[in-house]
């Protein structure tokens, strides 16, 4: 991998902003995402996610693009829900 596993956490995190972003890879070498927007409903957790496929910067921005529909998914259902 051609960048270290602290600077791959900081530009994932980075990525979510404003959502807090909790972003650890564990001994395995799998990493593991939470995200946590202040609105209702909008939390996601993904994990296992192998290391080995995050080696190009187009892998983490499909990831990251991945997870932010994912989350505006379970916001515009959750907001279905409650109308």
Known sequence: ????TLELRHII???FLPMQCRCSIDERGE???????PAPG??????GIPI???NTSRAIGNLIAE???RIASSADA???DTA
Not at 1 to 4: G, K
Not at 31 to 37: A, F, G, P, R, Y
Not at 42 to 47: K, S, T
Request: net charge neutral.
């Open 42 to 47: 909008r939390n996601l957790v993904a994990g």
């Open 13 to 15: 995190e980075r990525g």
């Open 52 to 54: 080995s496929e995050l």
């Open 1 to 4: 991998m051609a960048i270290s």
């Open 67 to 69: 997870l932010k529909n």
């Open 31 to 37: 990493v593991s995402i939470e995200l946590v927007d």
């Open 78 to 80: 959750a907001a279905k």
